[in-house]
């Protein structure tokens, strides 16, 4: 069903569900993942049942520590941050534990986990609230970081992310919720660190990630009379 349009929290839902009936030792947990308006994780706890789908307290020091330790015993969580911004009073598990375990063991100490994380501003949430810290993860030796702009690398690359055996840090700004595309209903996987050209241009390359692509993509047709934008996500 290639026509299929969906959203990217749709996308992002379907990738849960696909790889939780795929994998048995695929968890989630987070603040109010089993809402009913948390459409990225709506449903999952009535699907898969409280076992591996579980809510947690307000306090991120406690469930990200608790997604390391179970990612260390062989299971592969997936712990949802509802903002990026209280990742901070996290960093010494995001940083020296998710980060770093991998290279203290000597490769001895696997930590398959995805810490997904919603990031931006546009909501009128304030400054502690919309940032957009995906430059500090990408710093941190052993981490991944993705940061998917469109509902069909959202569903591939959440994927390939709970897939991978190395910790992933899985950015979803805000605004692209909503936001609707074309994606396969069938699983499929979209590798890492592999560029894709959303226009060709040969004047200017504008290189960026998330919703800044779909911002460039709009800068870009406003500007072609003018120049011909590259825009590269």
Same mark, same amino acid.
């Given at each position: 069903?290639?026509?299929?349009?969906?959203?990217?929290?749709?996308?992002?839902?379907?990738?849960?569900?696909?790889?939780?009936?795929?994998?048995?030792?695929?968890?989630?947990?987070?603040?109010? !993942?089993?809402?009913?308006?948390?459409?990225?994780?709506?449903?999952?706890?009535?699907?898969?049942?409280?076992?591996?789908?579980?809510?947690?307290?307000?306090?991120?020091?406690?469930?990200?520590?608790?997604?390391?330790?179970?990612?260390?015993?062989?299971?592969?969580?997936?712990?949802?941050?509802?903002?990026?911004?209280?990742?901070?009073?996290?960093?010494?598990?995001?940083?020296?534990?998710?980060?770093?375990?991998?290279?203290?063991?000597?490769?001895? !100490?696997?930590?398959?986990?995805?810490?997904?994380?919603?990031?931006?501003? @546009?909501?009128?949430?304030?400054?502690?609230?919309?940032?957009?810290?995906?430059?500090?993860?990408?710093?941190?030796?052993?981490?991944?970081?993705?940061?998917?702009?469109?509902?069909?690398?959202?569903?591939?690359?959440?994927?390939?992310?709970?897939?991978?055996?190395?910790?992933?840090?899985?950015?979803?700004?805000?605004?692209?919720?909503?936001?609707? @595309?074309?994606?396969?209903?069938?699983?499929?996987?979209?590798?890492?660190?592999?560029?894709?050209?959303?226009?060709?241009?040969?004047?200017?390359?504008?290189?960026?990630? @998330?919703?800044?692509?779909?911002?460039?993509?709009?800068?870009?047709?406003?500007?072609?009379?003018?120049?011909?934008?590259?825009?590269?996500?």
């Amino acid at each position: 069903m290639a026509d299929r349009i969906i959203t990217y929290s749709d996308a992002i839902n379907e990738a849960h569900r696909q790889e939780m009936e795929r994998d048995p030792n695929v968890i989630l947990f987070g603040e109010n !993942v089993s809402s009913s308006w948390r459409g990225a994780t709506k449903g999952l706890k009535e699907r898969f049942g409280r076992e591996r789908v579980r809510d947690t307290p307000i306090t991120e020091t406690s469930f990200i520590g608790m997604g390391v330790g179970a990612a260390i015993r062989g299971l592969r969580p997936i712990v949802e941050l509802m903002l990026v911004d209280f990742g901070l009073v996290a960093m010494d598990q995001i940083l020296n534990q998710m980060a770093k375990s991998t290279y203290m063991s000597g490769g001895a !100490v696997r930590v398959p986990m995805v810490l997904r994380a919603s990031y931006g501003a @546009g909501t009128s949430s304030g400054a502690t609230h919309s940032e957009s810290l995906y430059s500090i993860f990408a710093h941190m030796p052993g981490m991944k970081v993705v940061v998917p702009s469109n509902p069909y690398d959202a569903k591939g690359l959440l994927i390939t992310a709970i897939r991978d055996d190395n910790p992933v840090v899985f950015m979803e700004h805000r605004l692209l919720g909503r936001a609707k @595309g074309h994606v396969p209903e069938e699983p499929y996987a979209v590798p890492f660190g592999v560029a894709n050209m959303m226009r060709e241009g040969s004047d200017i390359t504008v290189v960026a990630t @998330g919703n800044m692509v779909n911002m460039a993509i709009e800068a870009a047709d406003e500007l072609k009379k003018e120049a011909s934008v590259e825009v590269m996500d």
